[in-house]
């Protein structure tokens, strides 16, 4: 799957856009001012418990919060 696939099926399944996912992780702590300063075993155990993603899900948004992969990556 691409990563815009990825993308485009957690909206569907959570209604929530990668940017309100940079703004829930600032709010849970996870970053600060857009810096990841968490692990990803916790930023994944997040979304899997609140959002019920699965992991590959997971990544997808730890990848964007990390600044790995942005909204326009493939």
């Known amino acids: 799957m691409s990563f815009q696939g990825y993308l485009k099926t957690i909206k569907e399944k959570t209604g929530i ?31 899997k418990d609140d959002f019920n993603l699965g992991h590959g899900h997971a990544m997808a948004i730890y990848a964007l919060l990390k600044g790995i992969k942005n909204e326009h990556s493939e």
């Not at 990668?18 to 829930?24: G, K, S, T």
Request: hydrophobic share 40%; net charge negative; charged share 30%.
């Open 17 to 47: 856009t990668p940017a309100d996912f940079r703004q829930l992780a600032e709010e849970k702590g996870f970053t600060a001012s857009g810096e990841l300063i968490a692990k990803a075993g916790d930023v994944t155990k997040w979304l």
